[in-house]
């Protein structure tokens, strides 16, 4: 086990040099090692990275302050899909088209609307989406990405219509310092 944990740790080491803005990391567990990819954010104040959440879902996980991603209204969360891992998706094009026939068919007359891009600090231009429930669901907003051999996804998710409102400039500060 501590050979494992060992390898975990220089794995997680060397990823970390060799990309800053992809964060890997590799979770000893009883069936051997997990491995966790997602983009490297920014520190936001009044949010933090809920680690425990991140490891559970496969994505990093933030909440304001004061909560858990479990237990907060409103959260924001990135992931990175490694490209040869998903040779189906040939594009960003089909990665969109898939979330939203995705959204669609767990939440029939939800409302897909394109929102405007989101620019990151390093100058790309992430494309954006906006999906408003037609009864009970969550609102959310997600920006879609390229880098390298990773199609990046960045989503603000609320119960409420007020809660996302209320942090759609947070979700926006997090791409907009993502480089």
Known sequence: MYRLLAFAIVLVAASATASAEIEKVAVPTDNGLTLHW????PDVAGWHFDRDASYHY???AWAPDNFTFADAETVIYARAIYKPRDPETKSLDVLIERDKQHFLAKSPGIRIEPAPSLPTADG??????SFAPSGNGN???AGYGEEGDYFLVFIVSS???SGYQA???TFETFIARYK
């Open 159 to 161: 119960r409420s219509q």
């Open 38 to 41: 997602w983009p490297k954010l």
């Open 124 to 129: 790309r231009n992430f494309r954006s989406l």
């Open 58 to 60: 496969g994505f990093a």
């Open 139 to 141: 609102w959310e907003r």
């Open 167 to 169: 942090a759609k400039a």
